[in-house]
Each structure stands twice: as C-alpha cells, then as structure tokens.
C-alpha cells in the first residue's frame, strides 16, 4: 500500500485502509469528506453496510470500543495530511469516521470505504397525509435564519481577478499561472463522459478553437422554444483523464473547468498545447448558473440532457488555475506533499 506499507488482517489494518482511501480521493470529493466503513461483509453488503455508517451522527460514539478506537484515531491523524477541501491543502480534509462490522468468511477480509462529500444540501417538508399539502417545513429552525452562500452580486473581490474573454488566445492562457482566480466570459461548452468518447471517434459539432470545455450536467428546463440552466456544478473531472490529453491536441481547447484535478498526461497536454484546467466550486451548482446568460443551443441531445453539449454564454464565471500551460499543477504538488505525511504518520 503507497507510503504505508503492507496492511496485514488486524485493526491496525484497517486503520491503513481508510487512511489511503482518503489520501487517493485528495480533492475529488470536494467538500469535506466523512467516511463510512464496513470490516467484514463482501463486496455486496460491505459497501452497502459502510453507506449506512454515513447516518451516524458525528458525534455519534461506536458502541463497539476497538471500533471507536480506530475513528478516534482516524480523526485524530488524517487531518494533518493537509489535503484540504477541494485538495487545495488545509488542515480540513474529513469531517467523521464511522465504522461498522459484519461477519465474513475466514478466507476474506474486506475493508469498504463509502467517501461522501459534505454539502448542507438538505430541504424537506411534513406533508398532511390526507390533503397532501404541506404542514411544515424541515430544518428551518427561525432562530437560526437561513443565509445565501453569495448574494446575488457575487462574491467579494479583491481586484486580482484576470477576466478571460472566450475564445481564448495562446498568449492569454500561458499568462496564467496555478493560484490565479479568474472570471471568465463568452461562449462555454460542456461535456461530459459521452461527448469526450464522442469527441475521440467524431469530428466535434462546433468549432472548439480557443474554447471552454465545461466539466458539467447542467440541470436545465424548457421554456418555450429554448431552454434555460437552473443549476450547472462541476463534475469530477479524472473520469476524463483517458481523452481530455488527445482532444485538447485534436481540437485547439485553451480552457478546461471541472473539480478534482487531472493527471499526468492532461498536465502534459496543456503545456505543450498551451491550455489551462480550472477548477470551479462544488456544491456551488446555483450559484454557477446565475453566471450563464442564456443558452445558445444543444448538441448531442440524444445522450440525455446531461450528457449532451450545452452551448452557453457565461459573464464573469469564477474559477481557479489549478493546472496551468507551465507544467505546474496544484493537485499533482498537494498529492506528493500529503504522501509524505502520510508515509510519516501511518505506520
């Protein structure tokens, strides 16, 4: 197991297990993560048994007191990996370890880590069993009034932001650098899983010179003859990582946006072909779409409305140079600098 040696059939084993677990998945769970684990079980009802784990309140003490002992210790190291939320280093990186156990077959020993990013997402509402209307609203404590991630001006700035105007020229790409915040403007693509293995058997259904290519399945509506995006998050953006090299070459994209980072043969694409990644915001899917002035058209409709192209006009779209056409890669330094850590206190 990378920087922690070998995880033998005891307890100490499994504390290794979800401390790898944790440091594979770096970034690419966004907000901080919690995880649930089952000891025992198969593949089956192992993974089911550690989803289940993720309803435990944090503060939630395992009544089983060797269990309790590993999520202690868990929390109590895994932080200092510095990971960090959204793997931009910081010493946030889980919010609770919860474990569970099953019986097993002397023959196997499974560890299942269910990863889940932590987002307060929750709306629910009391409905009157025999109206249907609703009797009340949940979670909605008046004493504890609810405020906006960002009001509908945006955010603060600092005056450091770099606008990008797409299509997107070579020179401005190379001019950014890993750290910089940009606001990016002009007309924006997105794909997903079908159109980037679309995009390596077919020429692309519009003109990708200069582009934007969006990490994204947006939600979107019909109104009228056109369409309009109510939410448009980043999606995790390794899942690309076999393609996006190739067709950054093939078809002139300066400008990649998605969470999570990607690897070693995208970081070489973007420096030989002048392109950067930028990383937008998870969880943050209302608040993107109110950056998207309207919806120019669809391609590859017939993948489904969130595999499909959304063609896009965006003001002022926020994201960060993670990866830039130098080589430099926030994600790829943030993995190296937590293995160490990890290698120092995992054994």
């Known amino acids: 197991m990378p920087h922690l040696g070998r995880a033998d059939r005891t307890l100490d084993g499994v504390r290794k297990c979800i401390l790898h677990a944790v440091w594979q ?23 089911t048994h550690a989803k289940e784990q993720l309803f435990r309140t944090l503060d939630d003490v395992n009544a089983d007191p060797r269990l309790a002992e590993i999520e202690a210790s868990v929390m109590a190291t895994v932080n200092s990996l510095e990971i960090g939320t959204m793997g931009f280093g910081g010493k946030v ?39 249907g209307a609703i009797d009340h609203w949940l979670y909605r ?17 600092t005056g450091r932001e770099i606008s990008l105007h797409a299509p997107l020229t070579e020179d401005a790409v190379r001019a950014l650098k890993v750290g910089d915040v940009v606001m990016v403007s002009g007309q924006m693509f997105t794909g997903r899983d079908a159109v980037h293995s679309h995009l390596m058997k077919h020429e692309p259904p519009v003109d990708l010179r200069g582009s934007v290519l969006y990490h994204c399945g947006p939600v979107v509506v019909k109104e009228g003859e056109g369409w309009r995006v109510t939410a448009a998050g980043p999606t995790t953006s390794i899942r690309e990582e076999p393609y996006q090299g190739e067709i950054i070459r093939r078809y002139g994209i300066r400008a990649v946006i998605g969470k999570g980072g ?15 990644y930028l990383n937008a915001i998870g969880g943050a ?14 391609s590859l409709l017939e993948f489904g409305t969130p595999e499909a192209m959304w063609h896009l006009t965006v003001e002022d779209f926020p994201a960060i140079v993670t990866m830039d056409a130098h080589g430099n890669s926030l994600h790829k330094d943030i993995e190296q600098e937590s293995g160490a850590r990890l290698a120092a206190i995992g054994g």
């Open 141 to 157: 404590d008046p004493s504890h009034p609810i405020v906006p991630m960002l009001d509908q001006a945006g955010f603060t700035r």
């Open 93 to 131: 990186t889980l919010i609770g370890c919860k474990i569970g156990a099953l019986t097993r077959l002397p023959a196997s020993f499974f560890v299942s880590v269910a990863y889940d990013c932590w987002a307060f997402r929750r709306l629910g509402v009391a409905l009157n069993a025999a109206t």
């Open 25 to 47: 998945a770096q970034g690419k769970g966004c907000a901080p993560g919690a995880v649930g684990v089952c000891v025992g079980g198969d593949r089956t009802s192992g993974y």
């Open 285 to 298: 899917a209302q608040f993107y779409a109110r950056s998207i002035k309207r919806v120019d058209g669809v």
């Open 262 to 276: 990607m690897g070693a043969k995208t970081l070489a694409a973007l420096r030989e072909h002048g392109a950067v």
